[in-house]
């Protein structure tokens, strides 16, 4: 097929299927017909012939427009359901068929063809060919803005306080609900327009359905996602002070600036692990506030990188203050804040992120039943 700069429309990929442009060596296809009827009630989008060293096979074609997850499965479940006529092979025709999606065809005994020179071809007790390594040629097909990471990650992680919802607008309000740089500072609230988009992405992802309620599926597959587009946050300064009190005092200090000078604060990931999980963790609390110049003000103590047991970092990103947890008299991280710092650093706290996903993952198990 010519390179195409952008998203092959339906109607593209049927046409170069007609023209023969589709190629699977050492197979040969001939178009035969356009969306043939396979039952009384059902018609796929082609009928074509596959023919190798004099033997043919034809085979009903169901094309989708789209490589993503949901695309594949749906054209797959499709062919799987459908009793085609004795003399007709199932076949789905997708833009890009990866590796793990050419096998899977191949488990299920169902062919596939794409626009990248990979496929597989299944005519039991005649011929079969598999082809895979050609690359993605439009990667353009998945989206552009990432919904995983930043802010946008909030409507993924919103699922872990509640796997089940009855609207988009009340996902929406629950987001902003327990964003705290929308309620205690300057932020403007989630558009209804940024969560529906990024539920598009979860749902073509397979990871949330919506079926009259909007529901999780994969909750492990959606912490596998957020961990693997994680990024940390944007710091604009980052101080350590030496502060002679206990923690504890330091706490309540901490909570009465906050609520004199009415902006919010919430311990890191990495200072909130002993509240989910067994870790031993070292003597400085790190805490994340939008602004430090007021609060260092009114703090006592010296700044120091010489045993501090205070550090207190400015950053505005929302997500790491979306659905802070208060205990007593403060405020720490959300289990899934305090999971995705853990991925991101050694191989020790990656085997404490492990008791926090099992925490997680069996807090949802009552809701989801």
Same mark, same amino acid.
């Given at each position: ?20 442009? *589709? ?7 001939? /178009? ?30 169901? =094309? ?8 594949? #499965? ?13 003399? =007709? ?6 833009? /890009? ?9 191949? %488990? ?7 626009? =990248? ?9 005649? /011929?079969?060919? &598999? ?23 909030? !409507? ?8 089940? /919802?009855?609207?988009? #607008?009340?996902?929406?309000?629950? *987001? ?23 539920? %598009? ?38 101080? @350590? ?17 906050? #609520? ?26 790190? !805490? ?6 007021? &609060? ?9 990188? @010489?045993?501090?047991? &205070? ?14 947890? #208060? ?12 999971? &995705? ?6 191989? %020790? ?21």
């Amino acid at each position: 097929m010519d390179k195409i700069r952008k998203i092959p429309t339906k109607k593209e990929m049927l046409e170069e299927l007609r023209r023969g442009k *589709i190629l699977l060596p050492p197979l040969s296809f001939r /178009f035969l017909e356009s969306e043939p009827r396979v039952t009384k009630n059902r018609r796929l989008d082609a009928l074509v012939e596959a023919s190798w060293h004099g033997n043919v096979a034809k085979f009903a074609v169901e =094309c989708k427009a789209l490589s993503t997850p949901k695309a594949f #499965q749906d054209g797959l479940n499709l062919l799987k359901s459908l009793a085609l006529p004795n003399d =007709c092979l199932p076949m789905l025709f997708l833009p /890009f068929l990866s590796e793990n999606r050419l096998q899977e065809l191949e %488990r299920e005994g169902i062919s596939g063809i794409d626009l =990248c020179g990979n496929g597989v071809v299944i005519v039991p007790g005649i /011929f079969a060919v &598999l082809r895979g390594g050609g690359k993605n040629r439009f990667s353009s097909s998945t989206p552009i803005k990432n919904i995983y990471r930043k802010n946008s990650s909030m !409507v993924g992680r919103v699922f872990f306080v509640n796997p089940v /919802f009855n609207a988009v #607008q009340e996902i929406r309000s629950e *987001i902003n609900q327990r964003n705290m740089l929308v309620n205690r500072w300057d932020k403007k609230p989630m558009s209804l327009s940024t969560v529906s988009k990024a539920l %598009r992405t979860l749902e073509e992802d397979l990871i949330v359905e919506r079926r009259g309620t909007i529901r999780l599926l994969q909750p492990a597959k959606l912490l596998k996602k957020l961990s693997d587009n994680y990024v940390t946050p944007t710091v604009t300064a980052r101080v @350590r002070l030496k502060i002679s009190e206990p923690t504890e005092n330091i706490l309540k200090l901490l909570l009465e600036l906050s #609520q004199k000078l009415d902006f919010p604060f919430v311990a890191t990931g990495i200072s909130s692990v002993g509240r989910y999980a067994v870790m031993q963790r070292g003597d400085v609390l790190s !805490v994340y506030s939008p602004r430090l110049g007021e &609060l260092l003000e009114r703090l006592p103590g010296n700044q120091t990188d @010489r045993f501090p047991n &205070l550090e207190l970092v400015e950053t505005e990103d929302e997500a790491v203050y979306f659905d802070a947890r #208060q205990e007593g008299n403060f405020w720490w991280a959300s289990p899934v804040q305090v999971y &995705l710092e853990l991925m991101a650093g050694d191989k %020790r706290d990656q085997e404490t992120a492990e008791q926090v996903k099992s925490l997680l993952l069996k807090d949802l198990k009552p809701a989801q039943q």
